[in-house]
């Protein structure tokens, strides 16, 4: 799995507890709405829809959380501990340092290499980028944690590529090939 979704879903932990909250309030004041207290006539077929789709919502993101408990739990201890404190109870990184007794270039290496030990919890699940997209694309609060890291390479290519760029068009260009060529 792309280690941008493994992050976006670490990140986004602490809103499924507050979203599913809402979805439940949401739910209510749809049934209450349904019961005709506020005057107005209404189709209960409307009200059956948006509540199942509220349900089915629901549902989603506490399937997400118990998956992300589960992952953090599959961690080795110290990144266990650096997880729960770091996604689950949204410590800062000078915090998780001094509980762990660590360096704080020590929490942002075992945060970076996270990712890499959930991509094989999901691998074993059987669960891809595919799943996630298929699953969560219409969550746009989860979609806007996606941030792709652009590797190193990527920068260094990119400013090959500008300066390369330049380099040709201040050339002038050739008349024939064999100029071209050195003939």
Known sequence: MDYSFIRAILQGFEQLEILADLSDRRVMDIAIKSSGI?????????????ITELTNYKINLINLKVLVLDMVASLPYKD??????????????????????LSIRSVFRILENIPKVCNEYFEI???DDRWFLKTYS??????KLIKPKKKRNDCAENQRVKITDAVIESRPNPK???????I
Do not use: C, F, H
Not at 176 to 182: H, K, N, Q, R, T
């Open 38 to 50: 506020d005057g107005q006539p209404r189709t209960i077929n409307n009200d059956i829809k948006l």
């Open 80 to 101: 266990r501990l650096t997880a729960r404190y770091r996604y689950v109870e949204g410590k800062k990184v000078n915090a998780i340092a001094k509980l762990l007794g």
């Open 125 to 127: 699940l059987g669960l």
């Open 138 to 143: 219409n969550e746009k609060w989860l979609m």
């Open 176 to 182: 024939s090939a064999s100029i071209l060529i050195g």
